[in-house]
């Protein structure tokens, strides 16, 4: 549900001889016997059989402008449309209400709690988290933060269509890494996990889509 800053760690682990052809073939294919939770939570049936995720600026990091975040919005949701349900991305219209299709997408500090993202299911807000995207500019200057607003989003709004535990599989963009409890996620590639900055995919992967259609029982 949330992402943590915890993150942080994961994004400073140091660059080494990473294949992004193998880390690739694994975002795009997805077996039966990877699809895999944590079961941190219970997985449900979309909100809405249609969203619409109404974008809020007022708050954001300097560095970050309001097309650009439009633009992930609209590459997220674009993938997760491959699950089955529609959605479109726009500027929350002045005094706009979140309701079950329309998620407001807004930069919170309270909401967030501190975390990079957080969704809150039964609000219908995604709130996301200036603080920790300062703090990740501070200790990591070079770092393009787009691909991590990029993955949060993505996470995020795979919540809103129904995936609520997080994955076991690292590469997904549901995944957390460990259970906090010693248990690690699984990979086809471990040797791979540390040659990225980051494993996991900023857009939803084949299995991320798969869980999608399953529980939303699109054939
Ligand atoms: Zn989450």
Redesign the pocket.
């Known amino acids: 549900?949330?992402?943590l800053t915890g993150w942080l760690l994961a994004l400073t682990v140091p660059f080494a001889a990473a294949d992004p052809v193998l880390r690739n073939l694994e975002i795009q294919q997805c077996s039966a016997s990877e699809l895999a939770t944590w079961g941190d939570g219970q997985d449900r049936v979309a909100s809405a059989g249609a969203f619409t995720f109404s974008y809020r600026h007022a708050g954001a990091p300097a560095w970050f402008q309001e097309v650009q975040v439009l633009g992930l919005l609209q590459k997220a949701a674009a993938e997760w449309s491959k699950c089955g349900i529609p959605s479109q991305v726009m500027p929350a219209a002045p005094g706009a209400q979140s309701s079950r299709g329309n998620i407001i997408v807004q930069w919170d500090a309270t909401s967030s709690a501190g975390h990079f993202g957080l969704?809150n299911l039964s609000a219908y807000q995604l709130s996301l988290g200036a603080q920790a995207f300062h703090l990740l500019n501070q200790r990591n200057p070079t770092h393009n933060a787009l691909d991590t607003l990029q993955m949060v989003l993505s996470?995020?709004m795979g919540?809103f269509y129904g995936l609520v535990a997080?994955s076991r599989r690292c590469v997904d963009v549901?995944s957390y890494y460990h259970d906090g409890k010693g248990g690690q996620c699984f990979t086809r590639h471990p040797g791979l996990l540390k040659a990225f900055p980051e494993y996991r995919s900023s857009l939803p992967t084949a299995c991320d889509i798969q869980r999608c259609r399953i529980l939303n029982r699109i054939p």
């Open positions: 549900m949330r992402l969704a996470h995020e919540h997080h549901l």
